[in-house]
């Protein structure tokens, strides 16, 4: 009998397993259970799976913690497999596969749960990790009674749950072995009604790392192109939109910046160019990705030097912590080098961020972390915009920021603040690829 059907009335749609309950896990879980599911979650951290029994939710995204708490009925967390592989045939594998010193994916946990589960034929493991072309097969060799399939996530952190319930397109990946457990996780999505790829598994693996490669191309390519154009008197944010209407371009992931970070870029293009590596072929296009990267960092260094000479001694701000706003991940996060790296130099650091700070205070040594944006600005030779969280728009520059600053300088890393209207305050102002010639002229309608 279809497994959809084998349980009775209201709970006829299939319910699933998830294996690790981190950001990604925790979204699947709850999104699966506002979908209807019976939803059994396993981490093997004790108080982490105790704080979700309770009602709270160890991480930071907007709208998970409603969802967890309207599908509570429908969501069981235990630290044991067991349970869930009684209850749940598709077990979601959602654990981390963080980068080695190597730069190849660290695929220990996600060996542990396959070994967990065994050789179940009852079973289909669901991968949900990111991990290298080629490891599904891997596996699959192994534990040939267990059943597996790709299903990548494409999820972004601040937009996750929206994301999850909206994709672009689900992937879905698997052996003809499979098919019949592949069938039932495109099921699973039906609701969303979204486009549904179905191919092999080695090529569900590539769509993955493929997709975040491209984009992390994307953003070192605009911060290039907003690198000539400081040099040249171009206004990247104008190219960038000249650019994005061309449909085979398109407008997203075009804004320059101090480079992108996070847990998957960093860690996903590093892993598909060691992974081309490993297979023979020198991946070139991707090192630069890299390197670009990189050395985007190093130039809001050298926009605060042009200014204040050496910074011995120098009192610099860094508003924002987390790599991106509407989360407290710090995960490659850009201000971590960028205060180690201006500490180095011999300034002085305070930072402020709306929700990372805490988590950062140990990852950020010698760094003075405050509890406002006032805080931190006070007596600041120069501020770096470094994550651009609205409530820095709602700031008073002119006013409150510039009275309590030494120097009034902002390195605006994001292009996020009004800049012409901050210089007509009094600051100097460097965005990203936005010479103030550009500044200063009106902008066309
Ligand atoms: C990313 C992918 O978008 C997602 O599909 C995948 O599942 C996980 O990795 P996320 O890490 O949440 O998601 O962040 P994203 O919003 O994609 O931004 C990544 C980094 O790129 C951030 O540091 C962001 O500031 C930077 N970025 C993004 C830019 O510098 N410019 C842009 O135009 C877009």
């Not at 951290?45 to 967890?68: F, K, N, Q």
């Not at 749940?88 to 730069?103: E, H, N």
């Not at 309590?404 to 603040?417: K, S």
């Amino acid at each position: 009998m279809d497994a959809r059907f084998s349980a009775p009335g209201a709970s006829a749609l299939e319910p699933i397993g998830v294996v690790g309950c981190g950001w990604v896990g925790l979204v699947t879980a709850a999104s699966f259970a506002e979908l209807g599911h019976a939803v059994h979650c396993r981490d093997i951290v004790t108080e982490r799976v105790a704080a979700l029994e309770r009602g709270e939710v160890p991480i930071h995204e907007p709208g998970l913690s409603d969802l967890l708490e309207r599908n509570r009925d429908r969501l069981h967390f235990t630290t044991d497999m067991p349970p869930v592989l009684e209850r749940a045939q598709l077990l979601f594998c959602c654990v981390d596969t963080p980068p080695t010193y190597s730069g190849d994916a660290d695929l220990s946990r996600v060996e542990r749960v396959v070994d967990e589960i065994g050789d179940s034929q009852r079973h289909a493991l669901v991968m949900k990790s990111t991990v290298p072309v080629g490891t599904g097969h891997a596996i699959a060799r192994r534990h040939e009674g267990l059943g597996y399939v790709s299903n990548p996530e494409f999820l972004q952190e601040g937009s996750a749950i929206g994301d999850f319930m909206r994709p672009d397109r689900v992937v879905i990946g698997a052996r003809a072995e499979s098919a019949a457990f592949a069938d039932r996780v495109a099921a699973l999505y039906d609701p969303l009604e979204a486009p549904i790829v179905r191919t092999d598994v080695a090529s569900a693996e590539m769509i993955k790392l493929a997709s975040n490669a491209f984009l992390a191309t994307k953003i070192s390519f605009i911060n290039e192109i907003a690198n000539v154009s400081e040099e040249l008197g171009a206004d990247v944010a104008e190219v960038a939109r000249g650019m994005g209407l061309d449909e085979r371009i398109g407008p997203k992931f075009l804004q320059a910046g101090i480079g992108y970070g996070g847990s998957c870029f960093p860690k996903d293009v590093s892993a598909l160019k060691q992974l081309a590596g490993n297979s023979g072929y020198h991946f070139q296009l991707l090192t630069a990705v890299i390197e670009v990267n990189e050395l985007q960092k190093r130039r809001t260094v050298g926009k605060l030097k042009k200014h204040l000479g050496s910074l011995v001694g120098r009192e610099i701000a860094l508003l924002g912590v987390a790599f991106k706003p509407h989360t407290d991940d710090v995960r490659e996060a850009t201000s971590l080098v960028l205060a180690a790296r201006l500490i180095g130099e011999g300034a002085s650091v305070r930072v402020y961020d709306p929700v990372a700070g805490e988590h950062a205070t140990d990852l950020l040594p010698g760094a003075q972390v405050c509890a406002s944006a006032l805080e931190a600005v006070e007596e600041a030779d120069g501020v770096v915009l470094v994550t651009e969280w609205p409530e820095f728009r709602e700031l008073d520059w002119a006013g409150e920021v510039r009275e309590r600053m030494t120097t009034p300088l902002i390195v605006d890393g994001r292009n996020f603040l009004d800049g012409a209207a901050l210089v007509a305050a009094g600051f100097s102002y460097e965005g990203v690829g936005r010479p103030r010639a550009a500044l200063a002229a009106p902008s066309p309608a």
